[in-house]
């Protein structure tokens, strides 16, 4: 990349495309334990995906792209796992869950309409869901769970050809980025369990390169949302304090970041992280 090196534009964030929230939620969104868990209170749900993307919007001036919920499809809101953006391409994904693969259809659109050089997944033998796939600034880490295969990272490294692309065993968790996200340039935000620190580990060995980590009590609040505004500088949206106190705690010693505590109770019901409700695209603006 001639210019700006990779790490100087890293979370450099334009726009965002996210997605209401159907009420079918409730009821049918996927659940990586059927079986178990408290019901979503749909209204609180809505409420806190409705901040969520006002943070996006008014706090941090983003263009958010919202497109409208599909009662047909239960976990249309999880956008993240659709498409991977990466500078001005956008790989579509092909969900490990079948019941989720329409979803595709409607970000489609919104994606060409954003100019953006749009390429699908179309073999049947692979699958890929973004929330498998961490971006560090200099390389893709993909995580192969149930819902990523082997083939959908190979589509994602012919894709994205300048970077280079390692898989991480996903066994304990929904995807990778359920125990681990970026926290700024050079920062992995990992989660402190055992299955956490050994992907860490073996991200670190796959890489050529050393990051610094940021160790957070909790898993799931390890998922967090990084974005570099020209105007703020670091802004990190966090899990709020009510939610995981000693997780705060950590993120609150970011003293370089703009820090936005975000609360995401109900969407957790069904494995919703914050990384998984936007899609961030940083689009070269027309002068």
């Not at 209401?20 to 996927?30: D, F, G, V, Y």
């Not at 749009?118 to 796939?133: K, R, S």
């Not at 893709?140 to 994602?156: C, D, H, M, P, Y």
């Amino acid at each position: 990349m001639a210019g700006l090196s990779p790490l100087s534009t890293f979370g450099r964030v334009t726009h965002a495309v996210v997605r209401a929230l159907p009420e079918s939620l409730c009821q049918q969104a996927l659940r990586r334990d059927p079986g178990r868990g408290a019901p979503v209170d749909w209204g609180r749900a809505e409420r806190e995906h409705q901040l969520y993307v006002a943070v996006l919007k008014t706090k941090l001036g983003l263009h958010v792209v919202e497109l409208p919920a599909d009662e047909s499809l239960p976990d249309c809101v999880f956008v993240e796992d659709v498409a991977v953006v990466c500078q001005d391409t956008a790989l579509l994904t092909r969900p490990g869950a079948p019941s989720r693969r329409k979803e595709v259809e409607a970000m489609k659109s919104a994606l060409e309409n954003l100019q953006l050089n749009v390429v699908q997944m179309t073999d049947e033998n692979a699958t890929l869901d973004g929330g498998d796939v961490l971006f560090t600034g200099r390389e893709f880490f993909v995580g192969l769970s149930k819902r990523t295969n082997q083939r959908g990272a190979e589509i994602l490294a012919d894709t994205f050809k300048d970077y280079a692309v390692s898989t991480v065993p996903v066994a304990d968790s929904l995807h990778l980025k359920s125990f681990c996200s970026m926290a700024g340039p050079n920062l992995i935000a990992i989660g402190s369990s055992e299955s956490a620190q050994r992907a860490l580990k073996i991200m670190q060995q796959m890489s050529d390169h050393r990051y610094d980590k940021l160790t957070i009590p909790d898993d799931v609040a390890a998922n967090c949302l990084y974005l570099n505004i020209p105007s703020k500088g670091h802004v990190l949206l966090h899990r709020a304090p009510e939610e995981y106190p000693e997780s705060a705690k950590v993120f609150e010693k970011l003293k370089d970041h703009m820090l936005i505590p975000v609360s995401n109770t109900e969407l957790e019901k069904v494995d919703g992280l914050l990384t998984c409700s936007s899609i961030l695209i940083n689009k070269k603006m027309d002068s």
